[in-house]
Every structure is written in C-alpha cells, then in structure tokens.
C-alpha cells in the first residue's frame, strides 16, 4: 500500500527543475511535462499534446470533461489556456521564444517554438514547480501595493484582466456568493457524484490514477474509498464547506476575479493564461492561491455577481483568493505518456 511518503515523492520527482542535454538541444518532453504541472479543473488535465519540429498544439481530450460542474467545457478550454502559459515559460527557459494563438478549425492551442538570442528563463520560471493551489487559511496580512500591482499586470492576457478586491466589505460580499454557490452545488445528486468520481482519497489511489483532487494535498487524512465515500454523506455538506470557506476567505488578503470581453472559446483561454501568469506570479512573491469558483459556476448566480462587480457587460470567469501561508502537499500528474499523441 502506497504511504504518503511514496506520494510525496512522487509529486516532488514532477517538479524537477528542467533538462537541458549537454549539447543543449532543448527537450520537448520536458515542455510538456512543465506544461501539465497547469491547474486543471478537478485536476482532470484535460489536454492533449502533439510535439512537432518547431511547434506543440494542445487539443482539449474531451473523455476527461466534468458535464455536470462544466457543461459549456469553459473550465476545460480555461485549464487548456493555463497549461499553455506554462508551455511558454518553460519553452523561455530552453532558449525559445513560444507564441501561442488558438485554431478554431483544429480546435487546438498551437504554440509556434523559435530559437531566440536573448530569450531565458523568465522570472516566472521556477514557479512552474512551486505553484500549487493552497486550500489552507492564510496568515490575514494585507498585500504590498507593489505585490498587488505585479499581480493586477500578470492577470492581464488577450480579453482577459484581472480585478483584485482588497476592501474588508467587498470581500465579506465575496461570502455571500460562495455560501450560495455551496448551497446549489452540494445539494444536488449530481453535482456530487462527479465531484467524489475525481477524489483521490488515499495515497495509492492518487497515485495509481495520477489524476483528481487528492486527500492528501487538501489536508484530509487517508482513508480508504469506501468508508471515504460513507463519510463524505455526513461531512460534505453545505454548511460545513460554507464554514470552511469562510474561514479561508476572511483569512486571505485578496479575491481576483478574472473577467473577459466574451464568452466563448479564445476567451476561456485567454482566461486561462491569466489565471495561470497570476499564480505563477504569485508563486514568485512568495504568496498563496486557491480558487472559490462556486459564484461563477453556478448559472443563477453569475449574472448576479457579475452585476454586483459592476461588470459592464463583462464576463466573470475564475475567481481565486490570495495570501501568505506555508505550501502544502501538492497534487499529482498523469505519466506523459497518457497525454502525447505522436504523429
Ligand atoms: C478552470 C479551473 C477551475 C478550477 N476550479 C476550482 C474550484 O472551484 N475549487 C478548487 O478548490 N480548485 C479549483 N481548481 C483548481 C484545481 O483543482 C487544481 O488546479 C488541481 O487540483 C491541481 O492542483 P494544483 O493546481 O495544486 O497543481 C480549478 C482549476 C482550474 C484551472
């Protein structure tokens, strides 16, 4: 039986900084394995990578979808968007210059590699292998006006901007919303059974899938799946996450919600790189995020927020919280292998 040692080193071997051979020939593998440690929602890594001579696309792998949290795949194409930001500080890192655009007809990312004079790893580099979500409470002190600056500018990608919200009662507002989320979500059959299809609730279960949310980076002890599952009727409710929740956001220093100009495919990508360059860049001033997605899931309730936030016509697409804690465990990835379709 797998212990959490085993997992813990086994997210650590992910993280390995990159390789570069001793003629300096850049590894395409390794671009894809920095490029896979990208949020995904549910941690489902729902992409797939090609490797070409002077290109990577990553297409969405439609059989890892969550229909019931994500029926538009927005979630989906937003985690796409994230693992292509990472791609491209990786690639600066090798000495490529990556450009990602979005091919409607293939339905994919394309990231364009050229070798660049000049390009090197970018401050962001070594967060690629710090970020993590942080689900914990976080110490309650405020941000620097420079650290919210930085943030603000790395959440800017394409349509998509970022708003921090630092202001005791906007935040106390922020409550409101995720205690409604919660109350529509963990209270439909649905919404749960997908949810506990992607828990992870021991070691060796994270493990052998390599996917999913795992006990062990969410700080629940290890248990196996089926008195798991007998307990999650008593302990996830909606209360008891609305409880948590609170207590996690009055803990935080700031809400970001990244909005976007439309709502549609390139959108959701665009979405996803901020997102992603806002954590990384987080990761770099030593600070911590986790998402508080309910409010923009829930359909009833995202018009509303997005009113509330005086939106303008814009689109809510992620909301995240920020601060100051110690890491975590952190959470696993497939074997490349599962994700590579070669030509
Ligand atoms: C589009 C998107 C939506 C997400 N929604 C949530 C969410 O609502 N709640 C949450 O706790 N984490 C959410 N996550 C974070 C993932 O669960 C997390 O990225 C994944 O478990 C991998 O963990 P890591 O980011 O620590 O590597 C989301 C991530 C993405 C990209």
């Given amino acids: 039986m797998a212990s959490a040692a085993d997992y813990d080193r086994a997210a650590g071997a992910l993280r390995q900084p990159i390789r570069i051979s001793p003629g300096g020939a850049p590894d395409r593998l390794d671009l894809v394995r920095c490029a896979a440690l990208a949020a995904s929602s549910h941690n489902t890594q729902p992409w797939i990578f090609r490797i070409r001579a002077r290109e990577i696309t990553i297409a969405p792998d439609f059989s890892r979808r969550c229909p019931v949290v994500d029926p538009d795949d927005a979630h989906l194409y937003k985690s796409l968007g994230c693992a292509a930001e990472n791609l491209i500080h990786a690639a600066a890192a090798q000495g490529l210059a990556a450009e990602a655009a979005f091919d409607p007809d293939a339905d994919a990312i394309n990231i364009g590699l050229e070798s660049a004079a000049g390009t090197r790893k970018s401050a962001l580099y070594h967060a690629l292998f710090k970020r993590q979500c942080t689900r914990t409470p976080y110490d309650g002190s405020p941000l ?115 909005v976007t100009a439309r709502n549609d495919r390139p959108a959701w990508i665009d979405a996803g790189r901020a997102c992603q360059r806002l954590m990384l860049r987080a990761t770099a001033l030593d600070l911590r995020s986790a998402f508080i997605n309910q409010p923009v899931e829930v359909p009833a309730l995202r018009p509303q927020l997005e009113s509330w936030l005086d939106l303008n016509g814009m689109h809510a697409l992620l909301m995240l919280r920020l601060g100051r804690a110690p890491l975590a465990p952190y959470s696993l990835r497939r074997p490349l292998e599962q994700v590579i379709v070669r030509d």
């Fill in 144 to 258: 620097t006006r420079d650290e919210l600056d930085a943030l603000e500018q790395a959440g800017d990608e394409g349509c998509a901007h970022t708003l921090l919200l630092t202001a005791k009662t906007r935040i106390e507002g922020v409550l409101d919303y995720v205690s409604r989320g919660n109350e529509s979500q963990l209270t439909d059959p649905a919404f749960r059974k997908e949810l506990l299809h992607w828990i992870r609730f021991n070691p060796a279960e994270a493990l052998r899938s390599g996917d999913g949310l795992s006990g062990r980076s969410s700080g629940q002890p290890a248990l196996p799946r089926w008195i798991a599952r007998r307990l999650m009727g008593l302990i996830l409710t909606a209360k008891r996450q609305t409880q948590t929740d609170i207590r996690n956001i009055r803990s935080s220093a700031a809400v970001a919600v990244i």
